[in-house]
């Protein structure tokens, strides 16, 4: 990862600017890096805004052998993050499916997975991720359910230190998706948010009534669940919310 690594003091969204590299330009692992990020992009159409020069903005490009199972995948580089961010606290930081990183119940993290395609085949995947590292506080909107580094720890942090442990983790991670680690999966689940726990679901965004008990995730990272009736279902995260 980051053999070819492009700097941007200040870029619209470096998700975007991976986007637009010509294919012959750009190689698997390739990083997109900014301190400044003027329009940051998150799930769902939201905006993500981090203060320049605080935190961590980049953007990694794959070019898997198949493209499919994107969001274990994204469940993946979540994973290999909280696994440098617990290190680093010494707080248990857990995923929140399908593409958030928590810490202490607050929002740490945040990845947006895209995929650009040639034709009907799928040609890159751009992984963009977003760290809160040494922001202290948080507007008004978001200071309750967002965390950083520095508010866990109070310690201001080498956001090239930090980033050098997470680009070594997500790159071990990649390997056991690319091979279809039959434990990766495993593992996973048990660092998501709610594991083990009955939990509601909101499907194509209505509540359901019943109970399930929340399993994590399969092999292609969709949402695990046991129904009342103890049947095993599964879901994508294009229709599922989970509430704990
Ligand atoms: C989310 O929490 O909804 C995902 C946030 C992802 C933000 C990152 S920052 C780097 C990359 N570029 C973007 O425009 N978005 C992602």
Redesign the pocket.
Known sequence: LGKQFQYLAEV?????FLKNIPEEELHHGMIAL?DD?T??????S?K?E?NAYENL???IAFKPNSPDRLTLLTLSCAFAIAKVLGDITNEKALLKWP??IYVNDK?I????TECTFMGPKPERVLI???LNINQSDFGDEIKNSATSLYQITGIQYSREEVLSKILFQIEQTYELWESRSPELHKKISQNLIGFGVWVRLQINKELMESRYKFLGVNEKGELLVLNEKLELKSYSHEQIRIII
């Open positions: 619209d969204s470096t998700n975007t900014t990020q329009k940051g992009r998150g799930q769902h939201k993500w981090a903005t980049f953007s593409n958030d929002k993290g945040g990845i947006l963009g991720i977003g």
